[in-house]
DNA sequence: CTGAAGTTTCAGTAATTATTGAAACTTTAG
DNA sequence: CTAAAGTTTCAATAATTACTGAAACTTCAG
């Protein structure tokens, strides 16, 4: 597993993204790999191709797994496990979307609620809960939102994306024609 | 400035959760008491109610202000800066979301778009170039509708988050429309 | 059943990132 | 203009997080 210098630019830039999107460098550089790389591979040839530890390669397989990122394949009469990207793009950013709402919101929101069910002991908890619930109420409504968007059909989803700033005009469209069907 | 359990309790979860939202710990909770305080308050106070250094309290202060999250204000015959902050939450939100895109995506795409503009060197560059081109396309998508949502007026937003899963059947009414009008 | 090949775990260490606090700088009342 | 009050900077240090590599474990061909 010999990188190419596009590749490794590839993949170099996706570890230091890595961090910001919520894995660690070595992992995003494995993931890098395994997108951009036609055939499964084993956790060995991407230690070699990453140069990074037999264990670390081990540890980031599983957490990849685990986001459901990737898929463990097995080649008959070779009893090594060979590992491959899960699911289309879409399905990438997705399962991200996923996961980084579970760890970025599911925790603030079930504090907030919590928080929430307190009786506000003076004018300045009062105020303090005012404004706890307007947060609360943002967060859950992306949450439901961007789980409503995650059930759409693909198709669906890519109308709406490449609706843009349509998005306006058939928000007018429907007001019209619940209009015209309640007359 | 002495906080009550239940607003500690909330500026310490924002701490925790901050560095998982793009700033670090104490940015996140002087953040927090920022939103859950009425009145404008000093950096002393600030320092003084999260038991942090004055110097840190100044650094987060500045990185707050670069986001736009707050705003100086200044209370007559008295030379000290105050601050609170700085618009609605849906306001903050959209600071937010803008920000990390800046940071998550931004680099990536520049990056993308170079690589391909690379002529492939073997079959495994191609199919390299191939899957680089959908992550492109990905990433463009989402940063291109997301700043068309932030074009949409509060309400806009506000009916279309509401819609749910209901956008689904708006696409179908819209495509009904456009037919109708092509009659 | 044995051992060779492969995999996982985890304690120790390295690398990164956040925080302090003291010194330098700025502002303005007197 | 001076000095007191306030603010900012940044080098040193602390805290956190990632990574290595050796040892323990697992699997299966022979």
Same mark, same amino acid.
């Given at each position: 597993?010999?990188?190419?210098?596009?590749? &490794?630019?590839?993949?170099?830039?996706?570890?230091?993204?890595?961090?910001?999107?919520?894995?660690?460098?070595?992992?995003?550089?494995?993931?890098?790999? +395994?997108?951009?790389?036609?055939?499964?591979?084993?956790?060995?040839?991407?230690?070699?191709?990453?140069?990074?530890? #037999?264990?670390?390669?081990?540890?980031?397989?599983? &957490?990849?797994?685990?986001?459901?990122?990737?898929?463990?394949?097995?080649?008959?009469?070779? #009893?090594?496990?060979?590992?491959?990207?899960?699911?289309?793009?879409?399905?990438?950013?997705?399962?991200?979307?996923?996961? #980084?709402?579970?760890?970025?919101? /599911?925790?603030? +929101?079930?504090?907030?609620?919590?928080? +929430?069910? /307190?009786?506000?002991?003076?004018?300045? &908890?009062?105020?303090?809960?005012?404004?706890?619930?307007?947060?609360?109420?943002?967060?859950?409504?992306?949450?439901?939102?961007?789980?409503?968007?995650? #059930?759409?059909?693909?198709?669906? +989803?890519?109308?709406?994306?490449?609706?843009?700033?349509?998005?306006?005009?058939?928000? /007018?469209?429907?007001?019209?024609?619940?209009?015209?069907?309640?007359?």
């Amino acid at each position: 597993m010999k990188m190419t210098p596009m590749i &490794e630019t590839f993949v170099m830039h996706f570890g230091e993204m890595g961090s910001r999107w919520g894995f660690n460098r070595t992992v995003g550089q494995m993931y890098a790999l +395994l997108v951009i790389t036609k055939d499964p591979i084993s956790a060995n040839q991407i230690a070699e191709a990453l140069s990074i530890s #037999r264990g670390n390669v081990s540890m980031g397989l599983k &957490e990849l797994q685990s986001w459901q990122l990737i898929q463990l394949q097995h080649k008959p009469a070779d #009893r090594k496990d060979y590992f491959q990207t899960n699911g289309s793009i879409w399905d990438m950013a997705n399962r991200v979307f996923e996961e #980084r709402r579970k760890r970025e919101m /599911d925790p603030t +929101l079930s504090l907030l609620r919590d928080i +929430l069910l /307190d009786t506000p002991a003076n004018e300045q &908890e009062q105020h303090a809960q005012d404004k706890l619930k307007e947060v609360h109420d943002l967060l859950e409504g992306i949450t439901k939102w961007s789980s409503e968007l995650q #059930r759409l059909s693909p198709e669906k +989803l890519d109308t709406l994306m490449k609706l843009g700033s349509g998005v306006g005009k058939v928000l /007018d469209m429907k007001d019209k024609l619940l209009k015209r069907s309640n007359e």
